[in-house]
């Protein structure tokens, strides 16, 4: 397949709420598709999730995880998870804050508030119903990539815009 360009803050893709796949079997080859040419963006970019509107196609699919990263070294993996149609569930009121960054927000970075004990849903490419009870960083991953099913990016969520800048900046004057 082929990597797609990366739709970048500012464009109303990234603003606008995804639709639901209908029907995963009339759509599978479609699906396929979309989901080989964000696995190929994902990779080429060197990011760990994917979503659908990234490379502008409003639709709810998700992709994400890693063996291990550079840009979230301390990081343990993440299995390689695709999500269809993904809803989630919030299993404990903790949040904790985290950096993170986004391929459609390039050298940015934030620190941003996300729950950390969640519980996921979604459909796999085959229409198998995947539900995984999560935490930390894995959960922070899966609600960053699902923000953008809903048409939320990541510095909507920065309580304190001290801690949102270019990367280099922030990890040079600022603690993790």
């Given at each position: ?92 009121p903790d949040i904790v804050d985290g950096w ?6 390039p050298g940015l970075r934030g620190l941003v ?64």
């Amino acid at each position: 397949m082929a990597r797609k360009a990366v739709v970048k803050m500012g464009n109303l893709k990234l603003a606008t709420p995804s639709d639901a796949i209908l029907d995963i079997d009339k759509s599978y080859t479609e699906l396929l598709m979309l989901i080989q040419d964000m696995k190929d963006t994902m990779d080429e970019e060197g990011g760990i999730g994917i979503a659908a509107p990234q490379i502008g196609c409003n639709k709810r699919v998700i992709i994400f995880g890693f063996e291990d990263s550079p840009r979230y070294p301390q990081e343990k993996s993440i299995p390689f998870t695709v999500l269809i149609n993904p809803s989630m569930k919030i299993l404990a009121p903790d949040i904790v804050d985290g950096w993170e960054g986004c391929l459609s927000v390039p050298g940015l970075r934030g620190l941003v508030p996300r729950y950390n004990h969640i519980e996921y849903k979604g459909y796999d490419l085959h229409g198998n119903t995947i539900t995984r009870i999560v935490d930390g960083f894995h959960a922070r991953v899966f609600q960053h990539e699902y923000d953008h099913l809903e048409g939320v990016l990541y510095p909507r969520r920065i309580k304190d815009l001290r801690f949102f800048g270019f990367e280099d900046e922030l990890m040079n004057n600022l603690e993790p």
